[in-house]
């Protein structure tokens, strides 16, 4: 379906995708703030307000609001990025109202009280504890923190206890006060919908509010070569493997994700075949391909028993040197373009996942594609570009290895310079 782009009175993006036949209708606000963009120092702001919009608004309890929104057959939800922070609602066709109403209210009219702050915060530090016990999880947080040591990318979305458990609603109601408004809002909207609904919803919920600060962002450096191991009481060694990238365009973008999935996703891929079944040194292993508006980084994250830590390193990186250099086998690029194709159109099922998309794209990017454009462009990529990037971006001078788990001396002392890719 055509996604349609207006703008309100007041100059705030409406991204629109109607789908008659949907049952349901989906809304989301999203704002240009997220972890990268808080005050020095003061770290989780973005997803500390992003908990404690839903306690109270104005003229709503959050018991109320979950009345409302389930009653409507719905759900209220939100998230916080490095780069934005998104609420959004999901409802039936015939109650598309409530969706927007309740929508509009958390993101306009929240409370902020001290009370609310002080209650969410104990959950928020709860999660928190939750992420580090969790390694398959937590390997990524570290794996970016690392990655882009320095620089406003590698903070975790939702802080540390040490930066989270000082903050008030005060700090909370100073960062809303000046990022929530114009020009950092955009809202999207997908299934049974109406655009000229959309816009005059947005229009009179949040033309009103203006932004008294304009995110600027610094592009993080292109990191060099580096191996760090962090311990972790866990049963298995989690790594992280990968890449840095620096800004990419729309092309680009679609050609590193393509060259990732074929080295990394599926079953059938080559990192899967060569470092699990071929040689049982991984009981988990999978690609991960991820771009930011000024940067990103292909990646390999992989789970292991201490014993295998260094083979699983150099068989890994041993299959990413014998990709670049022999390129791409007879069936594989097809198999993997079917591959992508298949899980983006499945994606596609779900409005969650529709508007999601949107939102990442225009806030990401400034621009989204439809399914089938997108499908259009992996489609048309060729080996040479595949091959291309993999000179550019897959070598040794760029690669960065964080390892998680018991390590032990050996691990720890592991020369990572002696992989060759």
Wanted: with cysteine; hydrophobic share 35%; proline share 3%.
């Amino acid at each position: 379906m055509p996604i349609e782009l207006t703008k309100t009175a007041g100059g705030i993006p409406v991204l629109t995708e109607k789908i008659p036949y949907s049952a349901n209708a989906g809304f989301l606000v999203a704002v240009r703030t997220g972890s990268r963009d808080e005050y020095e120092g003061i770290y989780g702001l973005s997803h500390l307000l992003e908990h404690t919009v839903f306690r109270e608004t104005k003229t709503r309890t959050s018991f109320e609001m979950a009345k409302e929104m389930e009653g409507a057959g719905g759900e209220l939800n939100a998230f916080t990025a490095k780069e934005m922070t998104g609420y959004y609602g999901i409802t039936l066709g015939s109650t598309a109202d409530v969706a927007m109403k309740l929508v509009g209210d958390i993101v306009a009219n929240p409370l902020i009280n001290e009370k609310d702050t002080a209650l969410e915060k104990e959950i928020v530090l709860q999660e928190l504890s939750m992420v580090k016990s969790e390694p398959e999880s937590y390997v990524h947080d570290l794996f970016e923190e690392n990655l882009w040591d320095g620089n406003e990318l590698g903070r975790d979305e939702g802080g540390t206890e040490e930066t989270v458990k000082p903050l008030t609603h005060n700090d909370l109601r100073k960062y809303y006060d000046e990022r929530y408004g114009r020009p950092n809002l955009a809202v999207f909207a997908t299934g049974n919908v109406d655009q000229d609904e959309v816009v005059r919803w947005a229009e009179e919920t949040f033309d009103p509010m203006e932004a008294k600060v304009v995110n600027e962002r610094t592009a993080p450096f292109i990191p060099k070569a580096k191996y760090t191991c962090t311990e972790h009481n866990s049963e298995h060694i989690n790594i992280g493997f990968g890449f840095p990238l620096g800004k990419l365009e729309s092309r680009e973008r679609a050609v590193v994700k393509l060259m990732g999935a074929v080295i990394g996703s599926g079953t059938s891929s080559r990192l899967f075949q060569n470092v699990r079944e071929k040689n049982a040194l991984v009981y988990s292993i999978y690609n991960d391909t991820h771009c930011y508006s000024d940067a990103g980084y292909v990646s390999a994250f992989m789970s292991c028993t201490g014993k295998n830590v260094i083979k699983s390193l150099q068989e890994t990186a041993k299959t990413y040197s014998e990709f670049k250099k022999n390129g791409l086998e007879k069936g594989e690029l097809e198999r993997t373009k079917n591959l992508l194709s298949g899980a983006v159109a499945r994606s596609t099922e779900t409005t969650d996942n529709r508007i999601y998309r949107m939102c990442v794209g225009y806030m990401t990017h400034g621009s989204v594609s439809s399914t089938a454009e997108y499908l259009d462009l992996i489609n048309s990529i060729t080996e040479d570009e595949i091959m291309y990037a993999a000179e550019k971006y897959l070598t040794s001078e760029r690669l960065n290895i964080t390892v998680l788990g018991r390590c032990g001396k050996k691990v720890q002392e592991f020369d990572a310079q002696s992989l060759e890719i």
